[in-house]
């Protein structure tokens, strides 16, 4: 007895056209598992947070690595944690307290990365148990502020010209200069920091007795006693 061809039953067209399909996506899983460490998933990396650096210099500067050094200001010192140029540079809210007439230890040096006209040079400084951070030059001396000697070297021959206040614009003391090579103990090393003014000075000062006479002079007309 023969079947009659139209009562067979037949596979509907969309079924036979999504078979190939189905295949190629088993086939395409396969490989997936195959080279995907066992997942399907591709493992994403955290990606690295860039650690603040300076500015390389080439130039000559007045404090080296590793040398040591003191930290100076009216109070105290703030050092900032992030590297000179970051733009959270002044209100980054990490700071560290470097006390006054501590001695630290010259770790790096940079200049302002965001801003090339900023004639600061800034130091990375180990500042001992109060940790690591960023100071500007003017806030560093190689002098001892409190006992430390050192001689008058000024840059014309004619001696230190010595002020009440560390400040050149305030009265004179003595009639005389304190003479070039003459030795003064120091007692504070300091700067004038004057609110009402637009711009910050950052000339440091040192007070020294020279030939009985008490006053401030420019740190910069000193030389190590012993170089």
Do not use: R
């Given at each position: 007895m023969k079947l009659d061809q139209q009562s067979m039953p037949s596979t509907p067209i969309y079924s036979r056209l999504a078979l190939p399909a189905i295949a190629a996506m088993c086939l395409?899983?396969?490989?997936?598992?195959?080279?995907?460490?066992?997942?399907?998933?591709?493992?994403?990396?955290?990606?690295?947070?860039?650690?603040?650096?300076?500015t390389p210099l080439s130039i000559e500067t007045r404090f080296k690595k590793g040398q040591l050094v003191y930290a100076v200001s009216n109070r105290r010192v703030i050092q900032?944690?992030?590297?000179?140029?970051?733009?959270?540079?002044?209100?980054?809210?990490?700071?560290?307290s470097c006390f006054r007439n501590t001695q630290v230890t010259v770790l790096?040096?940079?200049?302002?990365?965001?801003?090339?006209?900023?004639?600061?040079?800034?130091?990375?400084?180990?500042?001992?148990?109060?940790?690591?951070?960023?100071?500007?030059?003017?806030?560093?001396?190689?002098?001892?502020?409190?006992?430390?000697?050192?001689?008058?070297k000024s840059p014309d021959g004619k001696g230190a010209p010595m002020y009440k206040n560390p400040s050149v614009k305030s009265p004179p003391v003595g009639d005389q200069p304190c003479a070039d090579g003459a030795t003064v103990k120091i007692s504070d090393i300091t700067r004038?920091?004057?609110?009402?003014?637009?711009?910050?000075?950052?000339?440091?000062?040192?007070?020294?007795?020279?030939?009985?006479?008490?006053?401030?002079?420019?740190?910069?007309?000193?030389?190590?006693?012993?170089?």
């Open positions: 395409l899983f396969a490989m997936l598992a195959c080279t995907s460490n066992d997942t399907l998933f591709i493992h994403l990396t955290a990606t690295p947070v860039p650690t603040p650096v300076p900032l944690n992030d590297a000179p140029g970051q733009k959270n540079f002044s209100t980054t809210g990490v700071l560290t790096d040096v940079g200049k302002n990365s965001d801003d090339p006209e900023d004639p600061i040079i800034y130091y990375q400084v180990d500042c001992g148990s109060s940790g690591q951070g960023w100071l500007p030059e003017y806030g560093l001396t190689q002098f001892l502020p409190t006992g430390g000697t050192a001689v008058i004038n920091i004057d609110l009402s003014s637009k711009i910050e000075d950052t000339t440091l000062f040192a007070k020294v007795n020279c030939s009985g006479v008490t006053g401030f002079l420019m740190e910069s007309f000193l030389a190590p006693a012993n170089p």
